[in-house]
């Protein structure tokens, strides 16, 4: 999968659930939010199906990476999410739910939501007031604005403001 501009984010909100769903089952997992750390990152790769190469992320020092997993199970990574901490809002860099979470097979839903509910968290915690920003690729600009009621704000910048990630956050977050 090549992608122009890095940055351009391609994922897809499937649906937004409380925390993630298993489509076999239909049943409920609640999830964490996580730091990646270097062993995290050495068991992502290519060869293991996934899309983006994670290591350079994860070596950029602006940036840090987060993995969901599910509650009490921190060594299978459901997604991952690069962010940069910029000094009015959150950026995401990089977003990616793991290989079985991809496609009409996927094993659960609402993994890329959940993890964008993450950075609007994050944003209101710095008191950014929960504004984040991506760039987003032109044909999935549409998709984001119905999904996660982001504003196209210029060129292919989306832009989740207070009321929108607000919605998000107490969706995914209850605590």
């Known amino acids: 999968m090549m992608r122009k501009n890095k940055d351009e984010?391609?994922?897809?909100?499937?649906k937004l659930t409380n925390s993630i769903v298993n489509t076999i089952s239909g049943d409920?997992?609640?999830?964490?939010?996580?730091?990646?750390?270097?062993?995290?990152?050495?068991?992502?790769?290519?060869?293991k199906g996934w899309n983006f190469n994670w290591k350079t992320e994860f070596d950029d020092i602006t940036k840090e990476v987060y993995k969901l997993t599910i509650e009490n199970n921190p060594n299978i990574i459901q997604g991952l999410l690069s962010l940069t901490i910029e000094?009015?809002?959150?950026?995401?860099?990089?977003?990616?739910?793991?290989?079985f979470n991809i496609g009409k097979k996927k094993l659960y839903e609402g993994v890329a939501g959940n993890l964008v509910a993450y950075a609007c968290k994050l944003s209101f915690q710095k008191g950014y007031?929960?504004?984040?920003?991506?760039?987003?690729?032109?044909q999935?600009?549409?998709h984001y604005e119905k999904t996660l009621g982001a504003f196209h704000f210029k060129n292919q910048r989306m832009i989740i403001e207070t009321k929108a990630s607000r919605?998000?956050?107490e969706k995914y977050f209850k605590n």
């Open 9 to 14: 984010q391609e994922f897809i909100i499937d």
């Open 28 to 47: 409920s997992f609640h999830t964490d939010v996580l730091l990646a750390n270097k062993s995290d990152i050495k068991e992502i790769s290519k060869k």
């Open 87 to 99: 000094s009015d809002h959150i950026y995401m860099s990089l977003l990616e739910s793991s290989p």
């Open 129 to 138: 007031e929960g504004f984040v920003a991506f760039t987003a690729k032109t």
């Open 140 to 142: 999935l600009i549409e």
């Open 167 to 169: 919605i998000l956050v």
